[in-house]
């Protein structure tokens, strides 16, 4: 049976949504399939909910679950005002972290901007760890889901991010494969920091959205940033802006795009 799809993209971290509850791991690894599928970093599932505005199921490029994606709900929001015809605003939205409300603008170009409530983080651990003869200042800290958030006393290089995150993704102060996040550089007269991110289920991704909230929220900790100061993180991909409020939850902000719909039968994924 044909279904309707849409595509969007945050700061370069782009997702397949559907409303079609009975999408299965495999349809959605196969659709996320760059070469012969649609192409994505994660598929969203549209589905109806008792408590909240809508409901969204968060699968992995690899066929994971997720618990919670930030530039995905934006994507999710702005999908829901744009193609569903959602004129609530702000809009609740139920994910695996529980009830968040997310607020939009429409712009004068026609896009929205969309600012979410990602939750209060909790900071797991602070520590200092050690690879391959160099020292970081790292961070667990949990946005719903588990990242490490890496300081490096030097700069790494290409060939060195690889193997650094390659290592802490399966060896840090959680008992599960985690998203490394690493802050290359920190601008404190612009307000303004650099990360590369390494997604568990996705791999290498242009950006990720509660890795700059937990970026933020060890930045907090490193006494850099202070509530409701913007600060904006720049990945690969583009630009997230950030802050924290007076209740520590993340919020962040900015203008998801969609780049095409479609149609798709999942019997041929």
Not at 235 to 245: A, C, K, S, V, W
């Amino acid at each position: 049976m044909m279904m309707k799809f849409f595509k969007y993209q945050a700061a370069g971290n782009d997702f397949v949504i559907v409303k079609e509850p009975t999408i299965t791991s495999e349809n959605a690894e196969n659709i996320c399939e760059r070469h012969f599928g649609v192409g994505a970093d994660g598929v969203l599932i549209h589905f109806n909910s008792d408590s909240s505005d809508a409901g969204m199921k968060i699968f992995n490029s690899d066929g994971s679950t997720a618990q919670m994606c930030g530039n995905g709900l934006r994507c999710f929001v702005s999908y829901l005002v744009t193609d569903y015809g959602l004129g609530k605003n702000p809009l609740k939205i139920e994910t695996g972290r529980g009830e968040l409300e997310v607020k939009w603008e429409k712009l004068r170009n026609g896009k929205l901007s969309v600012e979410a409530n990602l939750g209060r983080p909790e900071l797991k651990s602070e520590e200092t760890v050690e690879f391959n003869n160099k020292n970081f200042d790292a961070y667990s800290v949990s946005m719903g889901n588990p990242h490490f958030v890496l300081f490096p006393s030097v700069k790494p290089d290409a060939s060195e991010i690889h193997r650094i995150t390659n290592h802490f993704q399966k060896n840090s102060s959680w008992n599960c494969e985690v998203n490394v996040e690493i802050v290359t550089d920190i601008n404190k007269r612009s307000k303004s920091v650099f990360v590369i991110v390494k997604e568990r289920g996705a791999g290498f991704t242009l950006s990720c959205g509660t890795g700059g909230g937990a970026v933020m929220h060890s930045l907090l900790q490193k006494n850099i940033v202070k509530p409701d100061e913007r600060w904006k993180v720049f990945f690969p991909g583009g630009e997230i802006t950030y802050r924290i409020n007076d209740r520590n939850e993340i919020i962040m902000s900015g203008v998801p795009e969609k780049v095409f719909e479609g149609m798709l039968d999942p019997a041929e994924f």
